[in-house]
Every structure is written in C-alpha cells, then in structure tokens.
C-alpha cells in the first residue's frame, strides 16, 4: 500500500523514499462447500448451439439433467423455439448437478422451468415475474411516423399506440410532415433488468404542423380508461363510425330489393361483409338492453347508450355479452355470423335516436363528454407530474429518409 501527502505551501521538502518489505504470515484460507450451495449461471442462445452445448456453458454437468432435456416433450418443444439472443438461466451444486434451469416460454410473459424437488425433475410453466417502470424518449420525423420510433428505439406498438390517442385530430396519413416531432412516457415491463414488452402510454405530446396536442390516460372502472388533454377534453370519440374494425359495406340504409322476400322494403341499417367469426365491438359504452335470437334478425345484440341512443348488431354467429350487462366502448359484443334471415356472413348493424333509424354512414357522432369537477381536479393533480416528465424529454434522435 503506498501514501502520498501534499501539502500546499509548505516549504519542506519531500521526505527521502524508502522501501520496506516484510513477510506477512497468512492463515490458510479454508473454503467450505455445502450441498444446499447454489451456483447461478447466465449465457445467451448462439447461432448453431446444440442441447450439450447450451448445458455445459451453464455450468450444467448432470447427465440425468441432459437425458430429461432430450426426452421430455415439453422440455423439447421449448429447445426447439430457442433462438439466437435470447438468455436463459441455470442454478447448479458445486458440482454441476441441475437445480433449476430457465427457458422461455411460449410468449414473452412465461417461461418454462426445470426444476430438481426433491431428488427429482419437474417440469413447469410459470408467469415470468415483471417489474413494472416507466420511460420517456422522444423523437423528431424525417420520413414516417415508424422511421422516428426506429431511430428513437421505441417499439413499433408505440407508434400504433400514437396514432389511436391522435388518430381523432391528426390524419397520420395525410397530415404528417417532415419536423413534426414527439415525446412520450410509457410503461415497460422487465425481468432481471431486461424489457419484456412496453405497456401503454402514460403521457405523449405530438407536435404536427406547429400545433401542440397532449394526452395523458386516466384509469377507470373495470380496469378501463380513456386518454385526455391537459385540460381536460377526451381524446377518444364518443362513437365508432364502424363496429368491424375491417369489413366492407355491402348494403346501405334505405330503400332495397330484399333477397329473401323478393320485395321493395326499407333498410333500417347498415350491412357490412365479413368472414364468419369476425369480432364485433360495441361502437360506444353502454349496457346491454338486449341479447338473444329475434326474428330475420337472429342473433342480435341491443345496447343503450347515453342521449337516447341504441345500436343494434345482428345475424351474429355467438353472442359474447349478456342482457343487463355494461360494457365499454371496443369490447366484444359477437362474432359475424349469418343467423335469421340472411344469405351470406355478413353483420347488420343499427344506429336509432329516439327509437328512430338513423345512417350510421352519415349521422353526425356525438363527441365522448369531458372530464369536470372533482374528476378534473384530481385528474390535473396526478397528470403534472407525467406532463413535467414529457417536458423535459428532448428529442435525440432523427429519422433518416430512406
């Protein structure tokens, strides 16, 4: 060990440098293994590895554990869907003998677990155990919307994400521009330190044209939730202007030839072409005033919403909500179908004010209502903390046009 002191200002000169050697007496060190020692070990899967390869960078010397590994269906199957990147984890004795080994499972939220209980192998898929965290990245457009969520480092469902919250005031299509520019706070799920997936955005700014738009999410009843701006305004629509989210319209509200009973006779909705089994989503929240078979309809679902509005979804092939049930905006209410009387897979749908049909294609949609009184207020005291996160986020990256 050497020291050195300095002494500003002083006038002594420096000591005279002498060495000293001693021999120093150590205690033998003394290591003691216990069979209950656990050894954690950590590699990545490499191009072209094999079953022995694998193991035996873990750390794994257990001929039973290898032979269970190459025998075992599940623990098969889970080798086969290993590709390069992805890490696994093993703990082992001493000695090499298996205690655990993990494998990814079959998404991203499970894993597949080797262990040894009790003298024996056990095979096992659990929950992966994520740690819940937020991140704040921002990002300026050259191109498109997903060149900046590249360069930005931010998966592609953000950027999916931006264009629902923003689709209702910015055509992403038509509108973006080269400059525009954003900031988002998002959730991330990790385990041991490395993200899993992303969850949903918390907060974003999207600058378009020079204009600021901002929306925070705010949770809800039932696990739900809409995102508004700052002050306050929902961001969401109060109405779906389709209840498929892709399908044709094959046949238009008024006056047609039936194709049943070969007459002139006025349709009261909507109808719109789609496999059989397709998802049919409410088009706004409400409660379920009815849902069982009725008449040419068939399968038919009717919900009541606010203003004296309903929507009607009929000829479905399944039922997915029961009578008195409130549902929200996008939840399932069937399957396309072709119940009653209908000639092909195909879902009609009613939009009625007052007991009276209007054109769903046509009719103007109400807007969903703001947030006030104590939900503002409480909803403008948890949001300023995630809106002066976004402000201080700065773009750091640029998309490059291709």
């Not at 082992?92 to 080994?101: K, N, R």
């Not at 194709?259 to 049919?280: F, L």
């Amino acid at each position: 060990m050497t020291a050195v002191a300095v002494i500003p200002g002083s006038e002594v000169g420096l000591p005279r440098q002498r060495t000293v050697v001693e021999e120093l007496a150590l205690s033998p060190a003394v290591i003691t293994e216990s069979e209950d020692s656990a050894y954690y070990h950590e590699d990545r899967i490499r191009r072209g590895d094999t079953i022995a390869g694998v193991m035996a960078r873990l750390g794994i010397d257990d001929d039973e554990a290898e032979r269970f590994v190459r025998s075992d269906p599940a623990a098969r199957d889970a080798l086969r869907r290993l590709v390069p990147g992805q890490n696994v984890h093993a703990s082992t004795t001493a000695y090499g003998q298996l205690l655990s080994l993990e494998l990814p499972g079959k998404d991203a939220d499970h894993l597949i677990l080797l262990e040894r209980r009790e003298g024996e192998l056990h095979l096992t898929e659990q929950p992966l155990a994520l740690q819940l965290s937020t991140q704040a990245k921002a990002a300026t457009i050259a191109s498109s919307l997903f060149g900046a969520t590249d360069e930005a480092g931010l998966p592609d469902s953000i950027a999916v994400s931006l264009a629902e919250i923003f689709g209702s005031e910015i055509d992403f299509h038509r509108d973006l521009r080269r400059g525009d520019s954003f900031r988002v706070v998002y959730e991330v799920m990790s385990n041991r330190g490395l993200p899993v997936r992303t969850g949903r955005i918390l907060a974003a700014e999207f600058v378009n044209a020079g204009v600021h738009y901002t929306a925070v999410w705010k949770n809800a009843e039932g696990g739900k939730g809409d995102y508004y701006a700052a002050d306050g305004r929902s961001l969401r629509r109060g109405f779906l202007r389709s209840p498929l989210e892709f399908s044709r319209v094959t046949s238009n509200m008024g006056m047609r030839f039936h194709p049943i009973q070969k007459t002139w006779k006025q349709h009261k909705g909507v109808d719109y072409g789609a496999p059989i089994g397709t998802r049919v989503r409410a088009t706004a929240d409400g409660q379920v005033v009815f849902a069982g078979q009725r008449g040419g309809y068939g399968n038919l679902v009717v919900l009541r919403h606010a203003g004296g509005i309903e929507t009607a979804y009929g000829h479905l092939s399944k039922i997915s909500v029961r009578q008195g049930e409130k549902i929200h905006q996008d939840d399932t209410v069937g399957l396309v179908g072709m119940t009653g009387a209908s000639t092909g897979p195909h879902l009609h749908y009613e939009y009625r004010v007052a007991g009276e049909p209007r054109d769903p294609l046509k009719v103007v949609l109400p807007d969903a209502p703001p947030l006030a009184g104590r939900d503002l207020a409480s909803f403008r005291q948890r949001s300023a903390s995630l809106l002066a996160e976004l402000k201080l986020t700065e773009p750091s990256h640029k998309a490059r046009a291709e």
